[in-house]
């Protein structure tokens, strides 16, 4: 289930508000300038989908965000529980950063924890399947993905180099819940 936890940044330890509810979730992090939707797959997918079968099922969804926003590519990303590549990947986004892009992921299946820093809070929300989250440029965020990963989400993109981080150096991330103790 989707849920936002909302903690002051210099406490990660007693959350200041849980939310489950979409539009509570959508509202609160509107009010940080980040989009959160909920989309569905225009035809049934297998927990095997193709990138190609998952992109034909979200056409119509990835062809308004593109139009609305410019994206330049689009590609399907799935992390599994062996994958060879989990652990480096996880520590690669444990750390905060920012993008001169977009962040945006839709999650087309499994499930993965950001946590926005804005406005003296951290906003830590789970993410799950059918849920698109759209932090702008220059958000000041990390991803856990958890010790064994598993989620297919969609990346668009709006530069051909795709994620590139700017690594803030603070190490708030440490204080902070990791995914498998939080979600």
Request: charged share 25%.
């Amino acid at each position: 289930m989707t849920t936002l936890t909302v903690y002051a940044e210099q406490d990660g330890t007693r959350p200041l508000e849980k939310l489950t509810g979409f539009e509570a979730i959508r509202d609160r992090l509107a009010a940080v300038g980040v989009e959160f939707e909920r989309w569905e797959a225009a035809q049934p997918l297998s927990p095997t989908a193709s990138p190609e079968e998952v992109m034909a099922a979200y056409k119509d969804s990835i062809d308004k965000l593109n139009a609305k926003y410019g994206f330049q590519s689009v590609d399907v990303v799935s992390m599994h529980p062996d994958h060879p590549q989990a652990e480096a990947a996880r520590g690669k986004f444990l750390a905060e950063h920012t993008h001169a892009d977009f962040e945006t992921r839709f999650f087309v299946d499994g499930a993965g924890m950001f946590y926005i820093r804005a406005g003296g809070k951290v906003y830590m929300t789970e993410c799950t399947r059918g849920d698109l989250i759209n932090l702008p440029a220059n958000t000041t965020h990390w991803f856990d993905m958890g010790p064994r990963p598993n989620f297919k989400a969609i990346r668009f993109f709006r530069i051909p180099e795709g994620w590139v981080g700017h690594f803030t150096g603070d190490t708030i991330a440490e204080r902070f819940p990791k995914y498998e103790s939080a979600a």
